[in-house]
Each structure stands twice: as structure tokens, then as C-alpha cells.
């Protein structure tokens, strides 16, 4: 099992950018899929990006395309996720998570392990 920590959420004011960051503490890569969901109170969990550990398909939804970017980096055992233009929307708890996506890469019951997740909060 591995156990995923992120890092790197915080304050930020309407068109910034963050970059967050997933470490793992072992090989992620026996797992299909990593991903980034995001979460408001009161909300379920939405992907934000999801990508393939094999060859790094990035898979986005609407929200976000053109403005996120997810990456790994195999040799770190870590994954990122850059943002950029960030609006208020944006605001959540943001969780990275490794899965084996059988039915597809943006659902939440796809994943069987999550980090506790680090919050990004953006400001009008």
C-alpha cells in the first residue's frame, strides 16, 4: 500500500497560479491511474486531472482545461498538479489519489488510496 502526501495549497488572489505537489512513499506506478480531485463543503469530491502512470495520458474535465496541468515525475515518486488562472471556484480541499480506473479515470470510487489533502483557497 502506498500512503500519498500533498503539499503546496494556499492563499491565493483571482488569475494566480499554484503548484501542488503528491509524494509518495513507495512505487505508485503499480496503480493504472493518479488524480486530482478536489472537494467543498457539502460537495462530493470532483477530478480536477487524472493521468495514466504508463505513458502520462492527462485526462481534464471542462472546468479545467487549458488552465490545469497534471504531471509525474517517476524517478521522485511524486505527481503535480499546476494551476493557473485560478478563480474562487477553484477553492477547495484538493486530494491526490491512485487507482486502477476500470470504469474511467474521473470518478472517485475508481481510487482506492487518497492523501489527506491541502487546501487552496482563492480570493476575489
Known amino acids: 500500500q502506498v500512503q500519498l502526501q500533498e503539499s503546496g495549497g494556499g492563499s491565493v488572489q483571482t488569475g494566480g497560479s499554484l503548484t501542488l505537489s503528491c509524494q509518495s512513499d513507495n512505487n505508485p506506478y503499480n496503480y493504472y491511474c493518479m488524480a486530482w480531485f478536489r472537494q467543498v463543503p457539502g460537495n462530493e469530491r470532483e477530478a480536477v486531472a487524472a493521468?495514466?502512470?504508463?505513458?502520462?495520458?492527462?485526462t481534464y474535465p471542462d472546468s479545467v482545461k487549458g488552465r490545469f496541468a497534471i504531471s509525474l515525475d517517476k524517478l521522485r515518486n511524486m505527481m503535480y498538479l499546476q494551476m493557473n488562472s485560478l478563480a474562487p471556484e477553484d477553492t477547495g480541499m484538493y486530494y491526490c489519489?491512485?487507482?486502477?480506473?476500470?470504469?474511467?479515470?474521473?470518478?472517485?470510487?475508481?481510487?482506492?488510496?487518497w492523501g489527506r489533502g491541502t487546501q487552496v483557497t482563492v480570493s476575489s
Open positions: 489519489a491512485a487507482g486502477y480506473c476500470l470504469q474511467g479515470m474521473l470518478q472517485p470510487q475508481e481510487y482506492n488510496r
Open positions: 493521468i495514466t502512470t504508463a505513458d502520462s495520458t492527462p
